[in-house]
């Protein structure tokens, strides 16, 4: 088992920055792929960024360039450095987790990450 819990949200004016932290616990050392995910009020639920153990990391266009993801593996924390912030990044973010991809690309359907995070919420006013 793997337990997630998210920190660092709050609002924030158009072109600021914010950093989530995602502190994990429990078998860790089974989650190959980690991930940051958010949804946007009447929205699915959507990647932003994925981080593999062993280095690559995957960005959503939208996110390119102004997201870094980063993850310390020593104090078993993901994190997710935000600047140039925009009022579309508005959404409910969500650390995740998964224990059942071992290799290969982190950017995979959302079903295949079954571990969450309670969420926290980013709000970019204009």
């Known amino acids: 088992q793997v337990q997630l819990v998210e920190s660092g949200g709050g609002s924030v004016q158009a072109g600021g920055s914010l950093r989530l932290a995602c502190s994990a616990s429990g078998t860790t050392a089974l989650t190959y792929c980690m991930g940051w995910f958010r949804q946007a009020p009447g929205k699915e639920r959507e990647i932003v960024a994925t981080?593999?153990?062993?280095?690559?990391?995957n960005y959503a266009h939208a996110v390119k360039g102004r997201f870094t993801i980063s993850k310390d593996y020593t104090k078993n924390t993901l994190s997710l450095q935000m600047d140039s912030l925009n009022p579309e990044d508005t959404a409910t973010y969500y650390c995740a987790a998964s224990s059942t991809v071992v290799a290969g690309t982190c950017l995979r359907p959302l079903r295949d990450y079954n571990y969450w995070g309670q969420g926290t919420q980013v709000t970019v006013s204009s």
């Open positions: 981080v593999a153990s062993d280095g690559p990391t």
